[in-house]
C-alpha cells in the first residue's frame, strides 16, 4: 500500500493550494478528484450564465505575489471558463498535477486506532495510506435533484447545472424547463431564455437579487490594483465577508428616509453584493432595517417587470432580504418581459410529478423538450459524509453528526484524529469569499502539521469540551441575525431529513481569524496533542 503523510480530497482551489503548501513544507502528498479536470466547483458547473458574483481580483489566490502580478482578470465578476483557466494555469504554473490522481471518487476514509493512520480507497481500486486526511471536497459540490415522482418517465433531455456536461448545449428550438430560482436558476435563466424557443420556469421561492453591473475591467484599474494588492488582501483577511470594503458605521434606522433611498439607489446602480454588505451595520440583525432594503428591492422588480401579475410572483415578501443567499444577476427580472418566458409558481401549486412529455403542476402538463435542474445542493456536510469516514473505534461521521455537524473551529471533529476540513461546518465559509477563507484554512491547517512534526507529536483533535462550547457560539451568532428566518440551505433546510443547523460562522472572517491565531498563540487551545508514546500507553491500556 502506498503511504503518504497527507491526502488531499478534492482540486478545487482549496486542493490545489493545500497541496502546494505541502509540497513546499516537504510532506509527502497525494491528491485525488473526482473530475477529469481540476477545477473542483469550477469544474462542474458550466452552466449558461455561471460567473462568480464576488469580483475576480477578489476571487483569487493571495499567496504567490507572481501570480498576482502576472494573472489579467477580464472582467468585474469573472465568468465560470476564465475562473477554470486560472486555476488550470496555477496547477501548471506550479507544477501541481503530477500531485492528483483525476477522475478518481473517494469511496471511504478509514482511520486505524493501532497505526493512528487512514486509509483511503477510491472507485479506480486504490487503497493507500497517510498519517493525514485534508477534505478539500468544497460545501457546494453534492448537487442534488428532489426526488420527483415519473422523474425517470421524462422523455426528452435532463441536467443539473452542478453537473454540466462538457459540450455545448444549444436549447435553440427547445422548449425548455427551469426548476429552482436560487443564484444558480438565476445566472442562467436569462442565457437559456435567449435560445430555447420557450422558457418555463418553475419557481418555488422567489429571491432577492441585485443588478452585478458587470463590465470589463480597464488596464488601469488592474494596474492600480495590482499595485497596492497587498495592504488590500491584508484588509480583505480581517474584514467581515472577505472582501476589502470600508464597512458601514451607521443604523439604516438613523438615517432619513430620503437619505437611505439615495444610499440604496448608488447601490443598486453600482451593483453586486455590496448593497447587503456595505449600506448600513444593521441589515442583518434588525428586522426594521432589513424591511427599509427589503422594500426598495421590492420596488425594483416591480419597476422592471412590465406585467404586474408576474412581478407579484418574482416578488419575496415572507422572509428578510439578504436571508436566503443574495443573488446577484445579469438582467434576471428583465428576462420575465420577453414573450417566450413563463413564470409557474409551483409553491401554490407544488410539482405534482415528471412524465415522459413534460412537468405537471396544478393540474396541468408543461410539455418540454428539456428540464434544467437547478435544485442546489446537499451543502457543507454532504461532500463530508459522502466520503464514508470512520474514526476512532470505527465510529462514522454520519452517526457523529446525525443531529447536525459539530466541529471545533470548522477544522477538525472530535473522534477523528489528523482528519482536517477546510472551510468545514462552523467556519465563515460560503458566507465569505471562499478564497479568503480557503488560504485561511490551508494556512493554518499547515502551521500545526509543522507544529506536529516539530515536537514529535503523532495526533491531534479537538476536545469535546472545546468542539460543543464552539457550537454554541456558531449557534448564538447565527440566532443574532436574520439569518435563521429564512428557509435555506445554510440550515439544510433544502433537504429532506437534514438536521435545522446554521452551518456557517456569522461573525465574520477576521473575527474567525483572530480567533484561530489566539487558540495557536496559546498552545492549541482546545486541541488534544498526543505523542507516539502516550498514544502507545493508552491503547494497551
Ligand atoms: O441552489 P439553491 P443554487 N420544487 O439551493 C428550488 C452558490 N452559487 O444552485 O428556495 C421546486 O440556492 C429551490 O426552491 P426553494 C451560492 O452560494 C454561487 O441556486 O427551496 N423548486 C431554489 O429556488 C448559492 O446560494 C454562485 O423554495 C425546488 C432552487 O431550487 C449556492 O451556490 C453562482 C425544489 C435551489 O436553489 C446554491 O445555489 C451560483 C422542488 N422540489 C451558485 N427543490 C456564484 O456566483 C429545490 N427547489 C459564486
Same mark, same amino acid.
Given at each position: 500500500m502506498d503511504e503518504f503523510d497527507a491526502i488531499v480530497i478534492g482540486a478545487g482551489f482549496a486542493g490545489l493550494y493545500q497541496l502546494y503548501r505541502l509540497r513546499e513544507l516537504g510532506f509527502t502528498a497525494q491528491g485525488f478528484e473526482a473530475g477529469d479536470g481540476v477545477g473542483g466547483t469550477w469544474y462542474w458547473n458550466r452552466y449558461p450564465?455561471?460567473?462568480?458574483?464576488?469580483?475576480?481580483?477578489?476571487?483569487?489566490?493571495?499567496?504567490?505575489?507572481?501570480?498576482?502580478?502576472?494573472?489579467?482578470?477580464?472582467?468585474?465578476?469573472?465568468?465560470?471558463?476564465?475562473?477554470?483557466?486560472?486555476?488550470?494555469?496555477?496547477?501548471?504554473?506550479?507544477?501541481?498535477?503530477?500531485?492528483?490522481?483525476?477522475?478518481?471518487?473517494?469511496?471511504?476514509?478509514?482511520?486505524?486506532?493501532?497505526?493512528?493512520r487512514w486509509t483511503v480507497e477510491t472507485n479506480r481500486g486504490d487503497v493507500v495510506s497517510a498519517r493525514y486526511i485534508i477534505a478539500a471536497t468544497g460545501c457546494l459540490s453534492l448537487w442534488q435533484i428532489p426526488a420527483f415522482d415519473g422523474l425517470e418517465s421524462f422523455r426528452g433531455s435532463t441536467f443539473h447545472t452542478g453537473n454540466w456536461p462538457r459540450d455545448d448545449i444549444d436549447f435553440a428550438g427547445r422548449r425548455v424547463g427551469v426548476i429552482g430560482t436560487g443564484s444558480t436558476g438565476?445566472?442562467?435563466?436569462?442565457?437559456?431564455?435567449?435560445?430555447?424557443?420557450?422558457l418555463f420556469v418553475f419557481q418555488r421561492t422567489p429571491n432577492y437579487s441585485v443588478p452585478a453591473r458587470n463590465h470589463l475591467l480597464t488596464a488601469e484599474y488592474q494596474v492600480s490594483r495590482k499595485k497596492t494588492y497587498r495592504e488590500y488582501r491584508e484588509r480583505a483577511k480581517y474584514s467581515g465577508g472577505g472582501h476589502s470594503a470600508i464597512l458601514p458605521t451607521k443604523s439604516a434606522l438613523e438615517e432619513t428616509n430620503a437619505d437611505r433611498l439615495a444610499e440604496y439607489e448608488r447601490r443598486w446602480e453600482r451593483g453586486g453584493a455590496p448593497l447587503m454588505q456595505m449600506s448600513y451595520t444593521d441589515l442583518?440583525?434588525?428586522?426594521?432595517?432589513?424591511?427599509?432594503?427589503?422594500?426598495?428591492?421590492?420596488?425594483?422588480?416591480?419597476?422592471?417587470?412590465?406585467?404586474?401579475?408576474?412581478?407579484?410572483?418574482?416578488?419575496?415578501?415572507?422572509?428578510?432580504?439578504?436571508?436566503?443567499?443574495?443573488?446577484?444577476?445579469?438582467?434576471?427580472?428583465?428576462?420575465?418581459?420577453?414573450?417566450?418566458?413563463?413564470?409557474?409558481?409551483?409553491?401554490?401549486?407544488? &410539482?405534482?410529478?415528471?412524465?415522459?412529455?413534460?412537468?405537471?403542476?396544478?393540474?396541468?402538463?408543461?410539455?418540454?423538450?428539456?428540464?434544467?435542474?437547478?435544485t442546489g445542493y446537499d451543502a457543507i456536510t454532504g461532500p463530508l459524509l459522502n466520503l464514508n469516514i470512520r474514526g476512532r473505534d470505527g465510529r462514522a461521521l454520519n452517526d457523529a453528526w446525525s443531529a447536525g455537524p459539530r466541529a471545533y473551529l470548522g477544522l477538525q471533529v472530535a473522534g477523528f484524529p489528523n482528519l482536517f476540513t477546510i472551510t468545514g461546518p462552523g467556519s465563515p465559509s460560503v458566507i465569505s469569499n471562499m478564497v479568503v477563507s480557503i488560504e485561511q484554512h490551508v494556512d493554518w491547517i499547515c502551521e500545526c502539521l509543522m507544529h506536529l512534526r516539530e515536537h514529535d507529536i503523532e495526533s491531534v483533535e479537538p476536545l469535546i469540551e472545546a468542539q460543543e462550547a464552539w457550537v454554541a457560539h456558531v449557534n448564538e451568532a447565527a440566532a443574532a441575525t436574520l439569518f435563521p428566518l429564512a428557509k435555506s440551505w445554510y440550515l439544510?433546510?433544502? &433537504?429532506?431529513?437534514?438536521?435545522?443547523?446554521?452551518?456557517?460562522?456569522?461573525?465574520?472572517?477576521?473575527?474567525?481569524?483572530?480567533?484561530?491565531?489566539?487558540?495557536?498563540?496559546?498552545?492549541?487551545?482546545?486541541?488534544v496533542m498526543t505523542s507516539r508514546q502516550e498514544r502507545e500507553v493508552a491503547i494497551s491500556k
Open positions: 450564465g455561471a460567473r462568480c458574483d464576488v469580483e475576480s481580483m477578489d476571487y483569487s489566490y493571495s499567496f504567490s505575489e507572481e501570480l498576482e502580478q502576472e494573472w489579467e482578470w477580464t472582467e468585474r465578476y469573472p465568468t465560470q471558463p476564465e475562473i477554470l483557466r486560472y486555476l488550470n494555469y496555477v496547477a501548471d504554473r506550479f507544477d501541481l498535477r503530477g500531485l492528483i490522481k483525476l477522475a478518481t471518487r473517494v469511496t471511504s476514509v478509514v482511520y486505524d486506532n493501532e497505526t493512528n438565476i445566472q442562467a435563466i436569462p442565457q437559456i431564455a435567449k435560445q430555447a424557443e420557450h442583518m440583525t434588525s428586522r426594521e432595517a432589513n424591511q427599509t432594503i427589503a422594500e426598495f428591492v421590492r420596488g425594483k422588480i416591480r419597476e422592471i417587470v412590465t406585467d404586474a401579475e408576474t412581478a407579484a410572483k418574482l416578488t419575496p415578501v415572507d422572509y428578510p432580504f439578504g436571508a436566503k443567499r443574495l443573488c446577484v444577476d445579469i438582467d434576471y427580472f428583465e428576462t420575465y418581459n420577453r414573450g417566450n418566458v413563463t413564470l409557474v409558481d409551483v409553491r401554490s401549486a407544488p &410539482i405534482e410529478k415528471i412524465t415522459e412529455r413534460g412537468i405537471v403542476t396544478g393540474g396541468y402538463e408543461y410539455e418540454l423538450d428539456a428540464i434544467v435542474f437547478a439544510g433546510d433544502n &433537504i429532506p431529513g437534514k438536521p435545522r443547523v446554521f452551518m456557517p460562522y456569522v461573525a465574520g472572517v477576521g473575527a474567525y481569524r483572530r480567533k484561530c491565531e489566539e487558540v495557536v498563540a496559546n498552545g492549541y487551545d482546545g486541541f
